[in-house]
């Protein structure tokens, strides 16, 4: 089903950005995952150190809310212009973080 509503492309987009481990570092609003429950970074002194197994990081709600006007562009407009709209969007998931 494409998606007729910002509101429906919304939901397509993630929340948040899984973190790796030895290459992402700490930022203030990052989420570690400990018994069971998402548990918010707002450790000063952990800011800039590696992240561990299981952390992720927000994504802002604007980014959010690009990636899924571009999604109701490609599932709106012709052929040529949904595959490059597509191809964008397929690349930024790919690359990661914003």
């Not at 570690?32 to 994504?59: E, H, L, M, T």
Request: net charge negative; proline share 7%; with cysteine.
């Amino acid at each position: 089903m494409k998606p007729t509503t910002l509101e429906e492309a919304l939901s397509l987009v993630p929340t948040h950005w899984p973190l790796t481990p030895g290459v992402d570092k700490w930022q203030d609003g990052d989420e570690y995952f400990s018994s069971s429950v998402w548990k918010r970074v707002n450790i000063a002194s952990w800011v800039g150190q590696d992240v561990g197994d299981n952390c992720r990081r927000p994504i802002p709600q604007d980014v959010r809310e690009s990636i899924a006007e571009m999604i109701l562009h490609a599932a709106r407009d012709t052929a040529k212009d949904s595959a490059w709209a597509e191809d964008l969007l397929g690349r930024w998931i790919l690359t990661g973080k914003p």
